[in-house]
């Protein structure tokens, strides 16, 4: 059984349970090689629980990214970055810790390499928008807090075959980055809204344009 306050807490989304609502994404996820893997289902008594979805209504995606770059480590090579980082940090992060349950993207390797592109005014805000929805790599769920574990009930474990979810996993990815790649083309450097801008005109969460 998941236990609280064990874990890495350099996760997406800080310290806590790791899930998806998605089975057949959760065995693609227990495929991490060819060795093959096992989807745990398990039951959660959400009642009277609180729960932020990052991708709802009220939220953006700089929220999501402002919640990844408290949590994560990013390779901030240039001082574009630096500073991007510090600016989403100071004027998009939600107050996310007081939820017992979180909802968002999964940053995988693919949509922390669009992260990480925008971060470095290499991308728009509407591509990277457009990127996060590539290859369908689906949303988590994260349970965090000491009541929302005391909730969880296990289910089953399931056998996730490697031969046929190993390589969906794979031709997901590689879908995902194809299509970046193909988004990336689209546009003129000088075309859409970068994060220089976001931080030299003094956007704030809220704003209309975002």
């Known amino acids: 059984m998941p236990k609280y306050g064990v874990g890495n807490s350099r996760n997406d989304y800080g310290l806590g349970f790791y899930c998806t609502q998605d ?9 991490s090689d060819a060795g093959g893997g096992f989807a745990n289902r398990y039951r959660l008594d ?6 932020l979805d990052l991708n709802g209504p009220g939220y953006n995606i700089l ?8 949590n994560r ?21 939600p107050s996310y810790k007081t939820y017992d349950l979180l909802k968002g993207y999964r940053a995988d390797d693919s949509y922390f390499a669009f992260s990480r592109a925008f971060l470095a005014n290499t991308i728009t805000l509407s591509q990277l928008k457009r990127a996060m929805v590539l290859g369908g ?14 909730r969880i009930a296990f289910v089953e474990a399931i056998a996730a075959d490697a031969s046929v979810y190993y390589p ?7 879908q995902a980055r194809t299509g970046f790649q ?3 083309s689209e546009l003129q450097p000088e075309q859409g809204i970068f994060v220089s801008t976001i931080i030299n005109e003094k956007w704030t969460n809220g704003d209309a344009r975002i």
């Not at 089975?23 to 495929?31: D, Y």
């Not at 480590?73 to 992060?93: C, E």
């Not at 790599?137 to 005391?150: C, H, K, N, P, T």
Request: contains cysteine; charged residues 30%; aromatic residues 8%.
């Open 137 to 150: 790599l689906g949303e988590q769920v994260v349970i965090r807090s000491r009541e929302a574990f005391d």
């Open 46 to 51: 959400g009642s009277g629980l609180t729960c």
């Open 23 to 31: 089975a057949e994404l959760a065995k693609e996820w227990a495929c």
């Open 182 to 184: 193909a988004i990336c």
């Open 73 to 93: 480590r990013f390779d901030l090579s240039t001082p574009i970055a630096v500073r991007a980082k510090q600016y989403l940090l100071d004027n998009f992060l």
């Open 168 to 174: 969906r996993r794979i031709s997901r990815e590689r």
């Open 63 to 70: 929220n999501w990214l402002a919640v990844l770059l408290e």
